[in-house]
């Protein structure tokens, strides 16, 4: 099981690096250009990490990862729902520079923790690493929860005019789900899930600097 967990460390760690790397490349090429490009450039490559990352949840599932599962569970599906609901259904918000922001953020904090996690495997803690790794999510984390916010804000009127997953139905029935709503509901539960996670990631920071013990790990 461990060098199971370490290659799908391995496979994570090369596709985030990838849309890293390819990402700071394009803005040197390219300047601002390169920005309202973003998600058509690499959005396959984000797209396919995320989704090989809902197995982390399983893994926590059937005991071979200790992470806590609510905290996990949360921030996968945060990204999950924010990737594919609200940026890959509209075409016009994949281009706004939000998205960008967004994939910056994730990325920066993934390619940190899946090398942590890699060398964890292997029982090697470097210091500043594992510094880095638990410190590092505590500023941008609350920062990427702002930028999913505004990313919700941005497609609000595309999914209005659209009708995007806004379902009515016929009658008999005098249901309907207007999207737009499920979103704005959306942003409570998303900021207060913040709060939840950001407790957390103080735990786990005080846990593994804050006694001194550098050898525990988070997946």
Same mark, same amino acid.
């Given at each position: 099981?461990?060098?199971?967990?370490?290659?799908?460390?391995?496979?994570?760690?090369?596709? #985030?690096?990838?849309?890293?790397?390819?990402?700071?490349?394009?803005?040197?090429?390219?300047?601002?250009?390169?920005?309202?490009?973003?998600? #058509?450039?690499?959005?396959?490559?984000?797209?396919?990490?995320?989704?090989?990352?809902?197995?982390?949840?399983? #893994?926590?599932?059937?005991?071979?990862?200790?992470?806590?599962?609510?905290?996990?569970?949360?921030?996968?599906? *945060?990204?999950?729902?924010?990737?594919?609901?609200?940026?890959?259904?509209? *075409? *016009?918000?994949?281009?706004?520079?939000?998205?960008?922001?967004?994939?910056?953020?994730?990325?920066?904090?993934?390619?940190?923790?899946?090398?942590?996690? $890699?060398?964890?495997?292997?029982?090697?803690?470097?210091?500043?690493?594992?510094?880095?790794?638990?410190?590092?999510?505590?500023?941008?984390?609350?920062?990427?929860?702002? @930028?999913?916010?505004?990313?919700?804000?941005?497609?609000?009127?595309?999914?209005?005019?659209?009708?995007?997953?806004?379902?009515?139905?016929?009658?008999?029935?005098?249901?309907?789900?207007?999207?737009?709503?499920?979103?704005?509901?959306?942003?409570?539960?998303?900021? @207060?899930?913040?709060?939840?996670?950001?407790?957390?990631?103080?735990?786990?920071? $005080?846990? #593994?600097?804050?006694?001194?013990?550098?050898?525990?790990?988070?997946?």
């Amino acid at each position: 099981m461990n060098m199971y967990l370490f290659v799908y460390d391995l496979m994570q760690f090369c596709g #985030h690096s990838w849309i890293f790397t390819n990402m700071i490349i394009r803005f040197m090429t390219f300047g601002k250009d390169s920005l309202a490009d973003t998600f #058509h450039s690499i959005g396959l490559v984000m797209r396919l990490c995320q989704l090989l990352s809902v197995l982390e949840i399983l #893994h926590i599932l059937i005991g071979i990862d200790k992470s806590r599962l609510l905290p996990r569970f949360l921030q996968i599906t *945060e990204r999950i729902i924010i990737l594919f609901v609200v940026i890959n259904s509209q *075409e *016009e918000v994949q281009g706004k520079y939000v998205v960008c922001v967004l994939f910056f953020l994730w990325n920066l904090l993934d390619v940190i923790r899946y090398t942590y996690n $890699m060398l964890a495997r292997m029982g090697i803690y470097y210091l500043p690493l594992t510094w880095l790794n638990f410190s590092l999510c505590i500023p941008l984390y609350p920062l990427s929860v702002l @930028a999913k916010g505004f990313a919700i804000c941005v497609s609000l009127p595309y999914f209005e005019s659209f009708g995007t997953y806004s379902i009515k139905l016929p009658f008999p029935f005098t249901f309907s789900i207007y999207f737009p709503y499920v979103l704005k509901m959306y942003l409570i539960v998303l900021f @207060a899930g913040m709060c939840f996670i950001i407790q957390n990631l103080f735990s786990e920071r $005080m846990a #593994h600097l804050g006694t001194g013990n550098n050898k525990n790990k988070r997946s």
